[in-house]
């Protein structure tokens, strides 16, 4: 299976030390975060993140923007032209900015589906708090009505078996998971603490990308443990499998 990293775990660091914690922590794919790292609209930019990943063998998977689809669709088009030259496999959005039905929101993801697909890249709804995929049920529907994918990580709010009954109506349309361990009020854990709920989490998702996002503490050095565990927990998956 695919583990990497979500740059933005690391706002602090420079891309050139994301990509060397990569490669030091077996992680071979990269989520290039749009605030920091990979600015939407700076090409140049894009362009050479690439180069970097591709000197350093470790692929940019996907581009993580902040482009929110209740926003005008204009904005998309600087996002879109950023993935295209990071090589992104994927770029990922907002989906509203609260939990109710927006369809101004559902016209802007179908059309940012559309306009990807010429460039043979997919768009995925993050499945956050606060925005329409806090509802599993909307998610599942905006995934169905504009072709969407759903990228997936645990709500710390909610409990472990309501997540992972959200994550089973997810799996047909995952693109990808952000892999971490929150407690309630968003208490960051080292992943070995949650171990069993991934193994259940990564049983249900099958074989798509798994990414490291957030450490305890945001130290790099808690990295290596957590690659490690994400490591463990895909092996005795595959073990299962068997």
């Known amino acids: 299976m695919k583990r990497g990293l979500v740059s933005v775990t690391f706002r602090q660091l420079p891309c050139e030390e994301i990509i060397r914690l990569c490669r030091e922590n077996g992680l071979s794919y990269i989520e290039w975060g749009g605030d920091i790292h990979v600015p939407a609209g700076d090409t140049e930019k894009a362009a050479e993140v690439a180069e970097l990943c591709r000197a ?137 603490r949650h171990k069993d709920q991934w193994i259940k989490y990564a049983t249900a998702a099958g074989d798509v990308p798994f990414l490291l996002e957030f450490v305890a503490e945001n130290d790099p050095e808690n990295l290596k443990n957590d690659a490690a565990a994400l490591a463990a927990i895909l092996e005795i998956c595959d073990e299962n499998r068997t």
């Open 56 to 192: 350093a063998g470790v692929t940019p998977l996907g581009y993580g923007s902040y482009y929110n689809a209740s926003d005008d669709f204009a904005r998309f088009q600087p996002v879109l032209d950023t993935a295209r030259a990071l090589g992104a496999e994927y770029v990922r959005i907002w989906a509203g900015k609260s939990r109710e039905y927006d369809r101004t929101a559902e016209e802007n993801i179908k059309k940012a589906v559309l306009e990807a697909e010429r460039y043979g890249i997919a768009v995925c709804l993050e499945c956050h708090r606060w925005t329409m995929t806090d509802d599993p049920g909307l998610a599942v529907r905006l995934a169905q009505r504009t072709g969407c994918l759903l990228h997936f990580q645990p709500n710390p709010d909610i409990t472990f078996e309501e997540n992972l009954s959200a994550l089973q109506a997810f799996s047909p349309y995952l693109c990808a998971l952000h892999v971490f361990a929150w407690e309630k009020g968003d208490v960051r854990l080292p992943l070995i």
